[in-house]
C-alpha cells in the first residue's frame, strides 16, 4: 500500500500526525488487520482475473521502485502491464472492498480518494500513463476501474512529501487534528502516570467544554435521527434516498444490532 494518502490527509486509517510518529519510530508500526490481511490474500486472486479479462496483455509482478533522481518517492504497484520490450505501460491496483460504497461505475475513474492518489503516486514513480484498479467488492463482485496520470497533480504531492519529510528532518511535529488515529497516537505516547495537576490555558478548557456541550446535543439528536431511520427501516436492510444510501441495518438473531451511517458520509468528515 502507500502511506502517502496520509500525508495529503486522506487516508482513513492513518494521519499526517501518526504517520510523522511513526516515521520517527516514536509509536509502534502499524499492526496488520484483518482488513489488510484478507486484502493480501486476495491480491493473486484479483490479479488473475484481470489477466483473464485482458488476455492480450503481459503483466507482471513488481518489485519497489524509486523515482529516478528521487529515491525517496517509492511504489509498489501489484502488478505492472507490460509492452513488447518488458517496459512498464501501466500499471495494476488489486483492491477488496466489502461494500461498493465509494465506488462509481465502472469504467471510471470514481474510487476512494486515497487509493486514487496512491495509483496517482505510482504512475509518477514509474513514469506511466495509467493505472489500473481491480476490486473485489463483497466477495463476489468484480469490477474494474481506471486511473489517468495528472502531473499538476503530481507536483502538488512531491512537494507535499517534500514538505512532510522536513518537518520530519526539522523534529517539527504536525498540528494536532480530529483525525481517530492522532488521537490514538497521542494515547499511546505517554508511559506511566504522574499524580500531579497540570495547568492548562483557559482557551482549551472552553473549547473542550464547547465541544463536550456540542457532543452531548448533538448524541441526543443523532440517537433521535437513528430511531426514525430504523423505524422507516422496518425489517429492510438499508435506508435509501434519491438513490443513494443513507445507512445500513445489521441484524443478530433476528434482532437490529447496529445502524451504520453509510461509508462516504464517515470519509466525507
Not at 8 to 37: C, N, Q
Not at 128 to 154: F, K, N, P
Not at 230 to 244: F, K, N, P, S
Amino acid at each position: 500500500g502507500c502511506v502517502f494518502a496520509a500525508v495529503l490527509g486522506l487516508s482513513p486509517y492513518e494521519s499526517r500526525f501518526s504517520l510523522w510518529h511513526r516515521k520517527k519510530g516514536l509509536i509502534a508500526p502499524v499492526e496488520e488487520t484483518d482488513v489488510m490481511y484478507w486484502g493480501k490474500r486476495h491480491e493473486p486472486t484479483i490479479c488473475d482475473e484481470f489477466a483473464r479479462q485482458h488476455p492480450g496483455w503481459e503483466m507482471r509482478t513488481a518489485p519497489t521502485y524509486a523515482a529516478a533522481g528521487r529515491s525517496w518517492q517509492i511504489a509498489n504497484p501489484d502488478r505492472l502491464i507490460v509492452d513488447d520490450f518488458g517496459d512498464p505501460i501501466a500499471l495494476l491496483e488489486a483492491k477488496t472492498s466489502r461494500d461498493d460504497e465509494g465506488w462509481g461505475e465502472e469504467g471510471s475513474g470514481d474510487i476512494p480518494v486515497h487509493y486514487r492518489a496512491q495509483c496517482l503516486w505510482y504512475c509518477d514513480v514509474l513514469g506511466v500513463d495509467r493505472c489500473h484498479v481491480a476490486v473485489l467488492i463483497a466477495g463476489c463482485e468484480y469490477r474494474e476501474y481506471e486511473i489517468t496520470a495528472d502531473d499538476d497533480e503530481a507536483y502538488m504531492m512531491r512537494a507535499a512529501a517534500q514538505a512532510f519529510m522536513r518537518t520530519l528532518a526539522a523534529d517539527e511535529r504536525p498540528p494536532i487534528d480530529g483525525h481517530n488515529a492522532t488521537y490514538q497516537t497521542i494515547r499511546e505516547l505517554p508511559d506511566g502516570l504522574d499524580d500531579v495537576d497540570e495547568e492548562i490555558e483557559t482557551a482549551l478548557r472552553d473549547r473542550f467544554h464547547q465541544a463536550q456541550d456540542a457532543y452531548w446535543l448533538a448524541e441526543d439528536e443523532l440517537t433521535a435521527c437513528k430511531g426514525l431511520l430504523l423505524d422507516a427501516i422496518g425489517t429492510g436492510r438499508r435506508a435509501v434516498c434519491e438513490r443513494q444510501r443513507v445507512a445500513t441495518r445489521t441484524v443478530r438473531d433476528g434482532k437490529t444490532y447496529q445502524l451504520l451511517p453509510a461509508r462516504t458520509r464517515r470519509n466525507a468528515r
